[in-house]
C-alpha cells in the first residue's frame, strides 16, 4: 500500500495529484449509469430497426447513402434524435460496429475526437463519458437537476455535470499541475454532490463506493494498493509526456522527471518486497527442499517453489534394493517381507528375477507390508481428501470453478473418492455411523510411507545395468548364502565374462564387494561434504542349512560378514554405509520373527535419512498417481504426448515446464527414466524393467536365428559387431513392448552408450557414421601380449595417462561406455581389416600418424597417444591431446549423476619403457606444489612437473607456471 503524500514534495502538486485521482475515482462512480444506458438505448434501438447491417460506414451513413437493408439510416436518425445539440462524434464512432458494440453508438455523444479507439467504459476517460451524459437526452430522467452545457448565470447555478466536466479539464490542462488547497475542497464537492444525487446515483452502489472513496481521500486515509498507484502514476505520466511535446516547460519537466522516478521507485519497492517475500517463503521451506531440487538450476528451483505454493505435502517412499548373487534368496526374502506373498494370496512368478521386479507397498499400521495396488484407492483419495479439506486446492480458484472442474472428473474414482470423504468431513463434526466404511479403511493406511521394493536379478548379466538404478535415496539389503564360502568362485554360466571384463576368475567376496562398492559410488558421497549415514543392512539366508546352535550360526553369520567387510582398506567410507544390525533368515520359514523385524529397521533406518520428510507439491499427487495407473495397465515406456495429454485430464494440470521438472525429479530419484534431450524427451520410461529388457534383447543367448543372418550373427557374437539384419533379428526376438518401439530402444541404448555407431576413415570421407553398430559390453577377444599396444617400442608416444577409480572400484561396464564415446568421436583403428577392438583394450585413429589405446585393469583406466612416424614431433600436437584428455574425463564423469569426481588423474612415469599395471603413478594434483617427484619403480630418478605434465595437462602446466613466476 501507498499514499499519495509519498509522491511529490510540493503540497500543491500533491493536491493536483489527487484531483487526478477524484476524477478516476468520480468516473468509476459513473460507471454503472453511463454504461447502463448505453446498453438500454441500443437494445431500444435495434428493437424498432429489427434486422441489422453491418456493411455501412460512417462516412456513408453522415452522408446520408442509403442503407441496402434500411437499417443505418434509421440508426442514425435515433441516434441523433437523442443529441442535446445535434452536433455528433462522427470521427469517434464506426457505424459498422453500431449493432455489434453498444459502446459505439455512445461514442457519437463523445468529444468531436480522440476516441476511436476505445471500444467500452473501461478505456474511456472522465471526459468522454461525462460529455455522453451532457449530450445524450436519455440521461435527463436519471438526473434531479435539469442537465445543461450552458455556464452559470444569476438566474441560474451550472449543472454538475457540466461543473464536473469543467473539473476534469482543468486538472488534467493545468499549465502549473497545481491544485490549491481551496479549489481542492470545491472539486471533492462537486464531485461527491454529482455522485450523491437523489435522483439515481444515490441508490448505485458503484456511485456511493465511490463517495466513500473521495471522503477517505479528502481526509488522507485512502491507501491506494502499489499496483492502482503505477496505474495512477503512468497515466499522469503519459499526459506529462503528451504536453511535453507541445510546450517546451522545464517545470513540466522536472514533474515528469519526478513522476518517472516515483514509478521506478514503487516497480522497485514492488520487486523488492516479491523478492523478500520470496526469500522468506523460500526459507522456510529450505529445511525441507529436496536435495535434488537444490542442485538444479535457478529456474528450475523457482519453478518447484511455485508448485509448493499451490500446497505441499511430505513424501515418505523408501525405495528398497534388495541385492546380491544369483540364487541366494533374494526373491525368496522379498516374498517373506510383503503380505501377499507370504500369505500365497497373490500369485508371484516363482522363476528367477529377470532385471528387476518392483512392489509397491503400502505400511499397514501393524508394520507388515502389503501390495499397493490394493490399497491404491485409499492412497490417493487420503492424500486429496486432506488438501481438500485444508482447502489449499480452492484458495485460487473460485468455487463455481472449482465444482465445474471437479465434475468433469466423473470418472475418476479415486479422486471422488477423495472428494466425498472430503466433503463429508467437512459437513459434519463428527464422523457418524455411516462413514465407518470409510474411516476403517483410512485408519488402515494412516500412515503415509510407502515402500517401493526393488528385486534385482543376480546374474552378473544385468550388472551393467543395475548401476542406473542405484542412488542414495536407497536403503540397501545385501543378500549373501551364508553356505557358500566367500573364496568359492562364482561359475561363468551366469555370464561372468561380460561384467569381468579382464578378470578371469570371481569370487563371492568379489560380487559382495562389487555391490557395496556399487552403492557408495552412486551415492554422491564422495565429496564428504556430508556424512553417510548407515543404508545398507546385511542379511544372511539358509539359515536351516547352517550347522550348530541357533547362537553358532548367528555367530558365523557374523564372522562372514566381519570377514567380508575386512577385505576393504582399513579407511574405507564403505563402513559408513554397514547398518550395526545384521540379520540371519531361513527364507523357507515364513512365520520367522526376523522377516518383522527387518521390516521394522528398514523403516526406523530411512527415517533417519536426510531426505526424510522432504516435501513436494501437492499438485504432483495426481501425476504421480497418472504414471501409476499407466503402470497398471502395464505400460512400461510412453510417449511424451500422452503424459502431457493425461496431465490436462488431471484437476490441476503441471503444464509443460512443471511436468518435465516432476519427470526430471521422478527420474533422478529412479522411479521412471526420463532424458530431457533430444529424440528421448519424447518418451518416458514408467518401467526401469523395461531398459533392463531392452538391454537383455542385445546379449546373445539361445534365440532362434535365421539361416541368412547365420554370419552376421556369428561375426556378432564374436566381435560385437550388430549389422542392420543382425538388429532386426534382435527385434524380431523381442517382445512386443521394445520392438514396437524400435527407435526408441536404439536411441536409449545410444544414449546410455551401450552401442556405438563406428566412424568412416577412409580418406576423404573420414568420420562418418557406419550403418551398423559395435556393442562393447559383448568384446570378448583378449588382447595379445597387452605391451605392445601399450608401449610399442620405438614409436613417440605420450605419457600414459591413468584414471584412477576412488575405493578401487571400477564397474567394467564403465570401461565400455567409455569405449562406446570413443567409437563415436574417433574411427577404430584397424589392423588387418579388423578393429583393434579387444576385452579391456580399444585403439582409434586421431588423425593420420596418431592413434589413441585406452585399457583397463581393475579399477584404473589408461590412456596413451602413440604416433606411429618415429621422426614426429610430439610438440606439435600438443592441443590434440588436451582434448582427447578431456574428452575422456567429461565423460566419465558424466556416467555418474552425482557432482563429485569419483576417480584421481595420474601419470605414469614418463621413463618407463613398458607400462605396468599400478605401477609408478603420480597424483597430477602434486605437481602443483611441487617441481619433482621422485619415481621408486624405474631407477631410482625425479619426475619433473614438466615431463610429467607438458603433454596431457598442458593448458595445466602453464597456469601453475604463471602462477609461481
Ligand atoms: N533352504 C533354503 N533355501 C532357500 C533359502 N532362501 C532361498 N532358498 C532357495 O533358493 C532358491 C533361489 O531362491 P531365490 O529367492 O529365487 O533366489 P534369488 O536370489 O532371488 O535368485 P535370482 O532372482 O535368480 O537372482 C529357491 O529354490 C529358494 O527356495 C533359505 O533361506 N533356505
Redesign the pocket.
Same mark, same amino acid.
Request: glycine share 14%; net charge positive; charged share 20%.
Given at each position: 500500500m501507498a499514499s499519495l503524500a509519498d509522491v511529490y514534495k510540493d503540497k500543491e502538486r500533491t493536491n493536483w495529484l489527487k484531483a487526478w485521482l477524484a476524477i478516476d475515482i468520480a468516473k468509476s462512480g459513473l460507471e454503472h449509469l453511463a454504461d447502463n444506458e448505453a446498453q438500454n438505448f441500443h437494445r431500444l434501438i435495434y428493437s424498432h430497426v429489427g434486422s441489422s447491417c453491418t456493411s455501412c460506414t460512417t462516412a456513408n451513413v453522415q452522408h446520408k447513402k442509403p442503407c441496402p437493408r434500411k437499417i443505418c439510416d434509421q440508426v442514425y436518425q435515433k441516434i441523433i434524435n437523442e443529441h442535446r445539440y445535434n452536433s455528433l462524434s462522427w470521427k469517434n464512432t464506426s457505424a459498422q460496429l453500431w449493432q455489434t458494440n453498444y459502446w459505439e453508438i455512445a461514442k457519437c455523444y463523445f468529444p468531436p475526437d480522440g476516441y476511436a479507439a476505445t471500444s467500452s467504459i473501461r478505456d474511456t476517460d472522465f471526459n468522454g463519458v461525462i460529455s455522453f451524459m451532457l449530450n445524450c437526452k436519455r440521461f435527463d430522467s436519471s438526473m434531479s437537476f435539469p442537465i445543461t452545457t450552458g455556464k452559470p448565470t444569476t438566474r441560474t447555478s451550472a449543472c454538475l455535470l457540466y461543473k464536473a466536466r469543467e473539473i476534469g479539464k482543468a486538472v488534467r490542462h493545468s499549465s502549473v499541475m497545481k491544485v490549491t488547497d481551496v479549489e481542492l475542497l470545491d472539486y471533492f464537492t462537486t464531485l461527491s454532490n454529482l455522485l450523491n444525487d437523489s435522483c439515481y446515483l444515490i441508490g448505485d452502489s458503484d456511485a456511493q463506493k465511490a463517495v466513500k472513496e473521495l471522503e477517505e481521500l479528502k481526509k488522507d486515509t485512502l491507501l491506494l494498493t502499489t499496483a492502482e498507484m503505477i496505474c495512477l502514476l503512468e497515466a499522469v505520466d503519459a499526459t506529462l509526456k503528451k504536453r511535453l511535446k507541445d510546450v517546451v516547460d522545464t517545470s513540466l519537466n522536472e514533474l515528469r522527471d519526478n513522476t518517472a522516478l516515483c514509478i521506478d521507485e514503487i516497480k522497485d519497492y514492488i520487486d523488492t518486497w516479491n523478492q523478500s517475500t520470496e526469500t522468506s517463503y523460500k526459507k522456510s521451506c529450505e529445511d525441507k527442499l529436496p536435495k535434488d531440487v537444490q542442485q538444479l538450476d535457478e529456474k528450475a528451483t523457482t519453478l518447484f517453489y511455485k508448485a509448493l505454493k499451490h500446497g505441499k505435502e511430505q513424501v515418505n517412499n523408501i525405495r528398497l534394493m534388495v541385492v546380491?548373487?544369483?540364487?541366494?534368496?533374494?526373491?525368496?526374502? +522379498?516374498?517373506n517381507l510383503i503380505w501377499e506373498f507370504r500369505n500365497k494370496t497373490h500369485t508371484k512368478q516363482?522363476l528367477?528375477?529377470e532385471g528387476i521386479d518392483i512392489h509397491r507397498c503400502k505400511l499397514m499400521t501393524d508394520g507388515d507390508w502389503c501390495l499397493d495396488t490394493e490399497l491404491i484407492r485409499v492412497k490417493f483419495g487420503d492424500r486429496i481428501e486432506k488438501v481438500v479439506s485444508k482447502n489449499t486446492v480452492t484458495a485460487t480458484e473460485d468455487h463455481e470453478t472449482f465444482k465445474e472442474r471437479i465434475a468433469l472428473h466423473k470418472g475418476d474414482e479415486i479422486l471422488q473418492h477423495g472428494i466425498k470423504v472430503a466433503k463429508r468431513k467437512l459437513e459434519t463434526t463428527s464422523l457418524d455411523e455411516s462413514t465407518n466404511e470409510i474411516t476403517t479403511s483410512l485408519d488402515e493406511s494412516t500412515n503415509e510411507i510407502t515402500v517401493s521394493v526393488w528385486?534385482?536379478?543376480?546374474?552378473t548379466l544385468y550388472y551393467s545395468t543395475h548401476q542406473f538404478f542405484l542412488n542414495e535415496r536407497s536403503i540397501y539389503v545385501v +543378500?549373501m548364502d551364508m553356505t557358500r564360502s566367500l573364496k568359492d568362485i562364482v561359475s561363468k554360466s551366469d555370464g561372468i565374462g561380460i561384467w569381468c571384463g579382464l578378470v578371469d576368475s570371481c569370487t563371492y567376496l568379489d560380487i559382495f564387494k562389487f555391490w557395496l562398492n556399487a552403492i557408495h559410488m552412486n551415492s554422491d558421497y564422495q565429496s564428504g561434504e556430508r556424512t553417510i549415514k548407515p543404508n545398507v543392512i546385511l542379511v544372511g539366508?539358509?539359515?536351516?542349512?547352517m550347522k550348530g546352535s541357533a547362537e553358532e550360526k548367528e555367530e558365523n553369520m557374523n564372522l562372514y560378514f566381519d570377514n567380508a567387510l575386512c577385505s576393504f582398506d582399513k579407511h574405507s567410507p564403505i563402513f559408513n554405509h554397514i547398518y550395526k544390525n545384521r540379520f540371519l533368515?531361513?527364507?523357507?520359514c515364513p512365520e520367522d520373527s526376523a522377516f518383522a523385524e527387518l521390516r521394522k529397521e528398514i523403516i526406523s533406518l530411512a527415517t533417519k535419512q536426510d531426505y526424510w520428510d522432504e516435501e513436494y507439491p501437492v499438485r504432483w499427487i495426481h501425476m504421480e498417481q497418472t504414471l501409476d495407473k499407466m503402470r497398471d495397465k502395464k505400460r512400461q515406456i510412453v510417449k511424451m504426448k500422452d503424459v502431457e495429454k493425461e496431465d490436462l485430464e488431471n484437476l490441476h494440470p503441471l503444464g509443460i515446464e512443471e511436468l518435465t521438472l516432476f519427470l526430471e525429479l521422478q527420474h533422478k530419484q529412479g522411479n521412471i527414466i526420463f532424458f530431457n534431450s533430444g529424440a528421448l524427451k519424447d518418451f518416458v520410461v514408467l518401467a526401469p524393467q523395461w531398459i533392463i529388457e531392452a538391454f537383455k534383447c542385445f546379449i546373445p543367448h539361445n534365440q532362434k536365428i535365421e539361416a541368412t543372418v547365420l554370419k552376421d550373427w556369428e561375426e556378432y557374437k564374436q566381435y560385437a559387431i550388430l549389422k542392420p539384419n543382425v538388429l532386426d533379428e534382435v527385434m524380431k526376438n523381442s517382445p512386443p513392448y521394445i520392438h514396437e518401439y524400435r527407435s526408441a530402444v536404439i536411441n536409449y541404448m545410444e544414449y546410455l552408450n551401450v552401442i556405438a555407431k563406428p566412424l568412416t576413415s577412409e580418406e576423404g570421407i573420414t568420420g562418418i557414421p557406419l550403418d551398423f553398430h559395435i556393442v562393447p559390453c559383448l568384446l570378448s577377444r583378449a588382447p595379445p601380449p597387452l605391451h605392445i599396444f601399450t608401449s610399442p617400442p620405438d614409436k613417440p608416444q605420450t605419457p600414459v595417462l591413468a584414471f584412477v577409480f576412488c575405493g578401487k572400484f571400477l564397474p567394467p561396464s564403465f570401461f565400455h561406455r567409455l569405449v562406446a564415446v570413443c567409437i563415436r568421436a574417433w574411427p577404430i583403428c584397424q589392423e588387418r581389416g579388423q578393429y583393434c577392438l579387444f576385452n579391456g583394450l580399444a585403439i582409434f585413429t586421431l588423425n593420420d600418424t596418431y592413434t589413441l589405446r585406452i585399457w583397463y585393469m581393475d579399477y584404473i583406466i589408461y590412456a596413451r597417444i602413440v604416433c606411429c612416424s618415429e621422426n614426429e614431433q610430439l610438440d606439435n600436437f600438443i592441443w590434440l591431446f588436451q582434448e582427447v584428455r578431456r574428452k575422456l574425463k567429461k565423460s566419465l564423469k558424466d556416467f555418474f549423476y552425482q557432482s563429485s569426481s569419483v576417480f584421481e588423474e595420474c601419470i605414469q612415469c614418463p621413463d618407463m619403457k613398458v607400462s605396468l599395471h599400478n605401477e609408478g603413478l603420480f597424483i597430477v594434483k602434486k605437481f602443483k606444489y611441487t617441481n619433482a617427484i621422485a619415481c621408486r619403480v624405474c631407477n631410482p630418478h625425479a619426475v619433473t612437473r614438466s615431463n610429467a605434465m607438458k603433454h596431457w595437462f598442458k593448458e595445466k602446466l602453464d597456469r601453475i607456471e604463471t602462477d609461481d613466476d
Open positions: 546380491g548373487m544369483f540364487g541366494v534368496g533374494k526373491t525368496s526374502l +522379498v516374498n516363482p528367477s528375477t528385486d534385482f536379478a543376480g546374474q +543378500v539366508t539358509r539359515k536351516d542349512k533368515v531361513n527364507n523357507l
